[in-house]
């Protein structure tokens, strides 16, 4: 099954790995890894929660809504369709040219949960609170980025990861405004 992945890894994927896998630059590898660390990111996401709930004009819908989808890309990407596709990891289906130095970690690659957790909540800090839109954003990018930095996850992981998310963060947004339709009825 390995050898199958890397075969039929497509030359995008491959490619774009290939340029975006190069650890060794020590500040770069740090943020890199803080990127991708859990340790780091849900703090974040619950401060962002928090500052939803005090500052924007929906209040603890917001951060309520940011909570949710977080939750459900997590839920839909490692429950649901990780075991699906069972994608082989980049970093165990390539181990002699791939550099993984925060560990290969467990579980499937396609799609990546980080990525889709951060899509899911730029989605809803973009609506919650529009001028978080671009800082929010460029977050979501760079925790994608690691991912594929740290030879954890395909290109097209991070890729599915991030338009996962966005349809989640949507989703819960769409709950919310069928929520004050139903009450103007």
Sequence with gaps: MLAYAAVTAPPIDVDLLAFFN?????????????????????????????YLWRRSPHGL????????????????????????????????????TVVAIAGCGSGQSFPSAHATEAAAAAVVLAWGAPALAPPATLIAILVGISRVYLG?????????????GAVIGTFFIF???LRHAAQYR
């Design 22 to 50: 190069r650890p060794g630059i020590e500040w770069l590898d740090t943020v890199m890894k803080a990127a991708s660390n859990r340790l780091v990111l849900l703090p974040l996401a619950l401060a962002a929660a928090l």
């Design 61 to 96: 819908l917001a951060g309520l809504l940011l909570c949710a989808a977080v939750g459900a890309g997590d839920l839909v990407a490692v429950r649901l369709l990780k075991p699906a596709f069972s994608r082989v990891r980049p970093c165990n289906a390539q181990p002699k």
């Design 152 to 164: 954890v996850h395909w290109p097209t992981d991070v890729a599915a990861g991030w338009l996962l």
């Design 175 to 177: 709950l919310s405004r």
